[in-house]
Structure formats: C-alpha cells, structure tokens
Nanobody
Framework: QVQLVESGGGLVQTGGSLRLSCAASGRTFSSYSMGWFRQAPGKEREFVAAIDWSATSTAYADSVKGRFTISRDNAKNTMYLQMNSLEPEDTAVYYC????????????????WGQGTQVTVSS
C-alpha cells in the first residue's frame, strides 16, 4: 500500500502563491505517475496537473496552465505543485494521487489518493 500526505495548503490573497507537497510512503511502484486534482463543494473532482515517472512529461488543465508548475523528486518520494497568480476560482481541496506507469489525466485511473489539503484564495 502507498500512503500519500498533502501539505502546504492555506489562505492566500488573489495573486499570491502557494507550494503544495505530497509525500509518499510505504510500498511504492518502480515506475509510476503522479497527479494533482481538486474539488470544490458541490463540484466534481477535476484534473489539475500530472507528471510521469521520469518527469519528462507533464500535463496541465487549461485553467491553470502558465500559473501552476508540477514537479517531483523521486529520491524523496515527493511531488510538488507550485501555484502562482492564484485566483478565487482556485479555491478547493487539493488531492495528490499515484498510478502505475504512464501519465493520465483521468482520476479513475489512479490507484492511491491522499486526504487532501485546503486552498482558499480570497479577494
């Protein structure tokens, strides 16, 4: 089993920045991709960003492209999401997730999930 713990969420004003971290522990896959998803109350969970096992491929939702950057440090089993130019529409619980092998943007394809961290962007 893989345990994922998100951290770094909080309250920030419009235009501010936050960096989220996702630390993985326990049994891990030799080759796996990681992703970030978010969910606001009353809305479905949506894709934010993903990165493959070699960190050579990334994908971003149109709503965050150019503002967010995903990265990973395999030696530390940690993934990051740098969020800049935050907007109120970014307010949500952010989840990290892991899947076997290649990058995918569908939450249905991910095997393990963290408990989430709240991000609130205020005007």
């Amino acid at each position: 089993q893989v345990q994922l713990v998100e951290s770094g969420g909080g309250l920030v004003q419009t235009g501010g920045s936050l960096r989220l971290s996702c630390a993985a522990s326990g049994r891990t896959f030799s080759s796996y991709s990681m992703g970030w998803f978010r969910q606001a109350p009353g809305k479905e969970r949506e894709f934010v960003a993903a990165i493959d096992w070699s960190a050579t491929s990334t994908a971003y939702a149109d709503s965050v492209k150019g503002r967010f950057t995903i990265s990973r440090d395999n030696a530390k089993n940690t993934m990051y999401l740098q969020m800049n130019s935050l907007e109120p529409e970014d307010t949500a619980v952010y989840y990290c997730a892991v899947k076997r092998l290649g990058l995918n943007i569908s939450p249905q394809n991910y095997d393990y999930w963290g408990q989430g961290t709240q991000v609130t962007v205020s005007s």
